[in-house]
């Protein structure tokens, strides 16, 4: 990692460590170090330097609802507001431990796009009757219930490498 004035840059072993972390983030320093060529101290401090300048946000583990035995439904919403209030809204769903994910989008008009998960759709129209929609500026609220997922990721830095590969290929 480098150091302009105030900004850091990652550089090839960063991006290369961070790879390794989002394949298995139970790694060991050592086991990252030997498949980089470098030394577990190396790792190490690269990862604090990571942590401690916000690259790497957190450590999670992804768990399958269903799996546990969990019964939720996902829905899509939009949300249209007054262009004034959207953020203000957005930052008020956000706080919402039933909301997921909470953006802004601009086509047509501004919009509040989130994702929600209820236990059932009479939760999830409480939710949104009463939580939702007394908002200060919220125009009109359209939600879609989320049927089958075919596929549900995170930001990858492989698929983004495997992504420029494509192009360079070209």
């Known amino acids: 990692m480098k150091l302009k004035g105030q900004e850091a ?15 298995n983030a139970k790694q060991t320093y050592t086991e990252i170090g030997s498949k980089l060529n470098v030394a577990h101290s190396t790792v190490y401090d690269r990862i604090q330097k990571m942590e401690e300048q916000g ?17 939720q439904i996902t829905a899509q919403m939009t949300i249209t507001t007054d262009p004034k209030e959207t953020e203000n809204i957005a930052k008020k769903l956000a ?20 994702k929600v998960v209820a236990q059932d759709q009479a939760e999830l129209h409480s939710f949104i009757a009463r939580s939702i929609a007394p908002l200060p500026g919220v125009l009109r609220i359209r939600t879609a219930i989320v049927t089958k997922k075919f596929k549900e ?8 490498e495997n992504a420029s590969k494509k192009r360079n290929s070209l």
């Open 153 to 160: 990721e995170r930001f990858s830095l492989a698929s983004r």
């Open 55 to 71: 690259f790497i946000k957190k450590y999670e583990a992804v768990v399958d609802s269903e799996k546990m035995g969990v019964s």
């Open 95 to 114: 706080k919402f431990s039933q909301m997921l994910e909470v953006s802004t989008s601009f086509s047509e008009e501004l919009v509040i796009i989130a």
């Open 9 to 23: 840059t990652l550089d090839n072993l960063d991006w290369q460590i961070l790879r390794l972390l989002q394949e």
